[in-house]
Structures are given as C-alpha cells and as structure tokens.
C-alpha cells in the first residue's frame, strides 16, 4: 500500500489521455480552444500503460480516464480494453462529457467499466449551449439513457455557476427521483486557461447549494459518505438516485485526499491545485529502468503538500491559469 508523508493512503489515479475537447465549456477553456499539445507532447499509449502498470504495481486499485475529452482520443477503445486487463487494477472508470459515447457504452460494460461521470450542467438546450458553446445536449441525454439502460452506474457532474445554471439545480435533483443516478454539484474551479485569477469567494459555495436543495427538500437526509468521498452526499425520500455536492474550490476533503493526476503530457500531479511535480514520461524518454522511475514516484509521494491551500500559494507567482482539460479535473 502506497502511503504518502501525511499518512494518507494513495490508491487513485486519475489519467487525462487529451487536452483536446469537442465541447468549449466557459469555465475549463476558451472560446478558441487551448493550444492543444502535439503529439509528440502528449504520452503514448504504450507510455501511459507502462506508468500504470507501475502506478498498479504500487498500491494503485482505481483508474479514472479523463482529459479533456478521452472519447476524442484516436483508439482510446483499444487503449482502454488493454487497461482493463491489468492485474491488480481493481476499478476503471471514465469522466466524459457524453458528446462520442453513446456508440461505445455496450463495449464499456464488456471491458468492465462499471460507473461513468456524465458532465451535464443543465437540463436545458439553450442554456447548454450558453456554457459548453455547442449544440449537443441530445446526443449527451442520449448517452446517459445508454449508460442506464446498460447498468452503468452513472455519476452526473453539474459545475454550478453564478448567473448560468442555478436554476438548473433543482431540476437535476428532480432527475434522482425517476432515475437511478448521483448527481454532484460541483464547486466552480479557477481552471478555465483564460489567466484570469479567480475572485476569493464564491458566491456559490457547498453551503449555498445545500441552502438551495433543502429549501426544495426540506425532507433530504444525509448519507453516510463512502471512505475517501470527496462529495458530501444525500438521499431525498421516495427517490431512486441520491445527490452529492463537492467543495471543489472551498477544499474540504484533502485531509483524506487518496488522488494523484497524470496530465496528457505525462506530468504526475500529488494536487490538483499544484503545478506539477514531477514528468514520467520525460523520465521513460530519458531511458530510465522501471526501478528508477518508481523511486521518483516514491520521492515525490513522500513529499506531498498537506492540502489545496498549501499547493495553491506554491504557485501563486504564475497565478492560476490552466485549463481543467489540461489537468482532467
Ligand atoms: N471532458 C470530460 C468531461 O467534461 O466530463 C472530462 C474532462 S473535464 C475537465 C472533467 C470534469 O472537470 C468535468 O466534470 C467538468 O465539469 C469539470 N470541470 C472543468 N472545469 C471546471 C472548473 N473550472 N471548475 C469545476 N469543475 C470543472
Ligand atoms: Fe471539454 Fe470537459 Fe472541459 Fe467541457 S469540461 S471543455 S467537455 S474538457
């Protein structure tokens, strides 16, 4: 078991295999898009299954494929089905913005995923067109009816944004009671690669949005969060799904942070809100043997910061401006 210098276990890696996204959703990246990484920048897949397949050797039990968007990377099928395979890999799952997935979902079940984070923000055509900047929110509501009629467990991401989609909270709670999924409200992130620096205080908050829901449902009883959540999460009587809220930005879970990142560039990220620690793929380019890169990984686990804040303020002088598609979120 991998256990990092504050005592915290270590067993979840989430891997962004892209920066490049079909959807331009305001708060991860500019109207033009970013200024995507060449191939040759980004990790190889034989790079990332030789990372992973040390990262399992580790102590690593959970993969989450991110990106940008996974479903826009070339091959990401047989990628994923030679992920699937590795042993000790207990848990492999997927965030996507639903737009290319509906083809796949029937393959997902067979490789053995079985949860996916949906990113949906509101209910509402226009207005999701206003945040993502494209005309899809039927072919991501069909991807989600796909993934339930599959018997994928379905998580659905909702970035709640002041002036955009508060109206939408409480109709995507309304979706628990028919359906069986967890929708999470999430804590909007200064990780939009425009270099505007974020305003201190959020206006909408985990506090804020908890006000919201149990104003509607004052009958919402809190759930006991699995080990490691970093969602606080509730059930509303009657309904099928449950509800969860991230404190993303207000940071309260890193005393139980079990995470690491890996970007598309091969960069391990210990921290979100870090700048990155250490690169792994540079470490493979430079002909380092598998021992030598699994004492950088132990170096860098045993150096990580206490939490978000710590993190943040070590790279304040550069100010925060990534995007979340260069991160994976
Ligand atoms: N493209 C995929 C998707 O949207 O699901 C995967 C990558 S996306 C960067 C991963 C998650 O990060 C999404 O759920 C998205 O809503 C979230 N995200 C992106 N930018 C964010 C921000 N500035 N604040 C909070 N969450 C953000
Ligand atoms: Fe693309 Fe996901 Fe970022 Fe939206 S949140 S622009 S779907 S990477």
Wanted: glycine share 8%; net charge neutral; with cysteine.
């Amino acid at each position: 078991m991998l256990i990092d210098n504050h005592g915290r276990p270590i067993n979840y890696l989430r891997l962004a295999v892209t920066d490049r996204c079909n959807l331009r959703c305001f708060y991860c990246m500019p109207e033009d898009g970013l200024n995507w990484l060449s191939r040759k920048e980004l990790m190889s897949y034989e790079e990332i299954l030789r990372a992973c397949t040390l990262l399992v050797n580790m102590g690593i039990k959970k993969i989450r494929i991110t990106g940008g968007e996974p479903f826009v990377r070339k091959d990401i099928m047989k990628f994923l089905t030679a992920l699937s395979k590795l042993e000790g890999l207990d848990e492999l799952s997927i965030t996507t913005n639903g737009v290319l997935t509906a083809p796949y979902v029937k393959q997902l079940k067979q490789i053995g995923v079985r949860s996916v984070n949906l990113s949906l923000d509101t209910l509402d055509a226009g207005r999701f067109f206003a945040i993502t900047r494209r005309d899809e929110f039927g072919v991501v509501m069909h991807t989600l009816d796909e993934l339930l009629k599959h018997d994928i467990a379905v998580k659905i991401n909702a970035v709640v944004m002041d002036g955009k989609n508060t109206q939408d909270i409480i109709p995507l709670v309304q979706l628990t009671k028919d359906m069986p999924v967890s929708v999470r409200f999430i804590e909007e992130m200064p990780f939009n690669g425009d270099g505007q620096i974020h305003e201190t205080r959020l206006s909408w908050d985990h506090v804020s949005i908890l006000n919201e829901i149990e104003n509607a449902y004052p009958q919402i009883q809190k759930l006991t969060d699995p080990e490691y959540s970093t969602s606080y999460n509730y059930h509303i009587p009657g309904h099928k799904g449950s509800v969860g809220i991230i404190a993303a930005y207000s940071r309260t879970f890193c005393g139980t942070c079990n995470r690491i990142r890996i970007t598309p560039q091969g960069t391990l990220k210990n921290c979100l809100y870090d700048d990155g620690v250490l690169n792994i793929k540079e470490l493979m380019r430079l002909g380092k043997n598998d021992d030598t890169i699994k004492d950088y990984l132990l170096t860098a686990f045993n150096n990580r910061v206490k939490d978000g804040w710590v993190a943040e303020k070590l790279v304040q002088h550069t100010g925060m401006h990534e995007s979340m598609a260069a991160i994976g979120g």
